[in-house]
C-alpha cells in the first residue's frame, strides 16, 4: 500500500520541474536526460567566445572568408581561395567519441605522458560522456546517418552559436577530497577536461587540384580531408617524438593550473552547467602541404596561432580547450561598455590570478561590440581584457590592447553588474 502512496509525490516532483535548456533559457518542460543527471548539464562549443560569438559572415575582419596561410618561399605550397566557399558555407562534419574529466592533479602533469595503459586511464579519468556524438553543417549522404538521426545538423548550429550542443552525459562525483589543490569547503575540484575527436573534416580539399573524395566519414563516402591526422602533432615533430607524445586531437586537453578553481563541483543538490569549448570557428584556415607523391594537398584547417605551418603534414598545437562549472541559480552576468564594434577585437575574462592572456582560452569572451554581454560568471575577482587580432590577423587575438579588473560578489544572486573598458 506505501508504495502506491509515493507514486502521487513523484509525479507531481517531476510535473513541477524546471532544467536549462541552454545557457539563457528555462523551460517547464523536463529534459529527460537532465532530470536523470539529476544536477549537471554538459555544453560543448566550437568558438573562442563564450557569449554571442561573430556570425559566419562577419570572421575576417567581416569579409566572412577562410584565412590563407603564408606561401612565400619556405613556407606552404601554393594554393588560393578561388572556388572555395566562404568559412559559413563550408561542410563540417565532428564525430567526437567522448568528453571526460579528471581531478587527478598529479597524475596529469606533463599532458598525460603519465597515463601509460588502460589501467591508469580508467584510475585517471572520470567518464562523463561517454556516448558517441556527431554533428554536421550539411547532410553528408541521401540515406539515413548518424548525423540526421541524432539531430546532429541543429546541434553543429549550437555548436558554433555560442549556446552549446547538450551533450549527453553522467554526473561525476562531488565527494569531497583532502589534500587537493585549490578546493573548497565541500565539493571536488577537477583538473583536466579531454575531447575525444573521432573524426574531424573540412570539406573542399585537393589533391594536386582534384577534388578528394575518398574520404570516409560516419562510415559514408565524403568530399573532405579529415584533418585529425593533421592536427595532432605540431609542425617538425619526429617520427621518434611522436611515439612518446600523446596525439593532441585524441583528447583536445585542458589543463587547469592548481591556483585554479573554476572546474570545482561542490556537494549539494543545486544544478549546473559544465561548458567545455575548442576555437574552431574563429579560425579556419586553408593550408598545403606536398604529400609522399610529391603532390600538393590543399584543406581547410586551424590558424598557425602558435605553431607555423611551413608546408609539412603536421599542423597540430593550435586548437586549444577550456572548461569551466557554472552555477546559473547563483551567477551574475556582465554588461560591457566601450566597445567600439571592431570585428578584430574581443572582451576577454580572465580569473585575476591568471597572467597568461594571449597562449590560453579566456574563461569567457565576447566580441567588443557596443552593448556586449557576459552572462553566468561565478563570484570572485576578474581581468577584463580587450583583445586584438592585430599583428597576425588569424583569427585569434594575440595582443592585449588594455585591461581593467572588476569583481562578482558573492551576494546578492544573479546580478548585472556593468564594467566599462574602451576597446579599441
Known amino acids: 500500500m506505501k508504495r502506491f502512496l509515493y507514486l502521487p509525490i513523484i509525479l507531481l516532483l517531476l510535473t513541477d520541474c524546471k532544467t536549462k535548456l541552454d545557457l539563457g533559457d528555462e523551460t517547464t518542460l523536463p529534459v529527460l536526460s537532465t532530470l536523470f543527471n539529476n544536477r549537471m548539464l554538459l555544453l560543448v562549443k566550437g568558438t573562442y567566445s563564450t557569449d554571442s560569438p561573430l556570425d559566419w559572415s562577419e570572421l575576417n575582419n567581416g569579409t566572412g572568408a577562410l584565412y590563407l596561410d603564408d606561401q612565400t618561399p619556405g613556407n606552404d605550397p601554393g594554393m588560393s581561395l578561388t572556388n572555395l566557399p566562404n568559412a559559413g558555407g563550408l561542410p563540417i562534419f565532428i564525430d567526437i567519441g567522448e568528453i571526460r574529466i579528471s581531478s587527478k592533479y598529479s597524475k596529469g602533469i606533463n599532458d598525460l605522458t603519465q597515463i601509460r595503459d588502460s589501467l591508469d586511464s580508467t584510475k585517471f579519468w572520470d567518464y562523463i560522456g561517454n556516448e558517441r556524438q556527431v554533428y554536421c553543417t550539411i547532410t553528408y549522404s541521401f540515406d539515413e546517418n548518424t548525423c540526421v538521426q541524432n539531430n546532429g545538423i541543429a546541434k553543429a548550429i549550437d555548436f558554433f552559436n555560442g549556446v552549446g550542443a547538450q551533450y549527453p552525459s553522467n554526473d561525476p562525483s562531488a565527494k569531497t577530497e583532502t589534500g587537493g589543490f585549490g578546493l573548497g569547503t565541500f565539493g571536488r575540484q577537477y583538473y583536466y577536461s579531454g575531447i575525444y575527436f573521432r573524426s574531424l573534416v573540412t570539406g573542399f580539399a585537393n589533391d594536386a587540384g582534384v577534388p578528394i573524395t575518398t574520404t570516409r566519414f560516419d562510415n559514408k563516402q565524403v568530399f573532405g580531408l579529415n584533418i585529425v591526422p593533421r592536427n595532432n602533432y605540431n609542425p617538425g615533430t619526429s617520427a621518434l617524438a611522436k611515439s612518446t607524445i600523446v ?44 604529400s609522399a607523391r610529391a603532390q600538393v594537398i590543399t584543406y581547410v584547417g586551424i590558424s598557425d596561432i602558435f605553431f607555423d605551418h611551413k608546408g609539412e603534414g603536421d599542423a597540430g598545437g593550435n586548437i586549444l580547450s577550456r572548461s569551466r562549472i557554472i552555477y546559473p541559480e547563483t551567477a551574475s ?3 560591457i561598455t566601450g566597445g567600439r564594434g571592431s570585428l578584430l577585437h574581443y572582451f576577454a575574462v580572465f580569473r585575476s590570478t591568471e597572467t597568461e592572456f594571449t597562449n590560453t582560452l579566456p574563461l569567457a569572451a565576447t566580441p567588443a561590440k557596443a552593448n556586449a554581454k557576459i552572462k553566468y560568471l561565478n563570484p570572485g575577482l576578474y581581468t577584463l581584457a580587450c583583445m586584438g587580432d592585430i599583428s597576425r590577423v588569424d583569427g585569434f587575438p594575440e595582443t592585449v590592447v588594455r585591461q581593467t579588473t572588476f569583481a562578482i560578489p558573492e551576494f546578492p544572486f544573479r546580478q548585472t553588474y556593468t564594467v566599462d573598458l574602451s576597446c579599441p
Do not use: A, W
Open 247 to 290: 596525439p593532441k586531437m585524441f583528447p583536445v586537453l585542458y589543463s587547469q593550473k592548481p591556483t585554479q578553481s573554476d572546474m570545482e563541483i561542490r556537494e549539494g543538490f543545486d544544478p549546473y552547467i559544465l561548458e567545455t569549448r575548442v576555437n574552431i570557428k574563429e579560425n579556419l584556415m586553408l593550408h598545403s602541404y606536398l
Open 333 to 335: 552576468s556582465v554588461n
